[in-house]
């Protein structure tokens, strides 16, 4: 059963910057891309980035110069920097792997953005 643990979710103000983490209980080489979603209250959950195996990455037109993603494939980890958070940035970010058609979940972290 894989295993997507986030963190670094937290109250920011506006501006500010926050470092998400996603943890894997295996080596996320073995999935075909890693990636943030998130989900706003009242919100459907959409994607924010996304990073191949082979370090491919995009992101959402919204969050495109403000955000980074990135990987550790040693740490079995991935990162999502926020940087310039707006307040409609808040929300539950999820982490999630694609494997052969399917993907996992994590359980969210929460990013609340305050004026």
């Known amino acids: 059963q894989v295993q997507l643990v986030e963190s670094g979710g937290g109250l920011v103000q506006a501006g500010g910057s926050l470092r998400l983490s996603c943890a894997a209980s295996?080596?996320?080489?073995?999935?075909?891309?890693m990636g943030w979603y998130r989900q706003a209250p009242g919100k459907q959950r959409e994607v924010a980035a996304s990073i191949t195996r082979s370090g491919i990455t995009g992101y959402a037109s919204d969050l495109k110069g403000r955000v980074t993603i990135s990987r550790d494939d040693a740490q079995n980890a991935v990162y999502l920097q926020m940087n310039s958070l707006k307040l409609e940035d808040t929300a539950v970010y999820y982490c999630?792997?694609?494997?052969?058609?399917?993907?996992?979940w994590g359980q969210g972290t929460q990013v609340t953005v305050a004026s």
């Open positions: 295996e080596s996320i080489f073995s999935f075909d891309a």
């Open positions: 999630t792997a694609w494997r052969g058609g399917g993907n996992y």
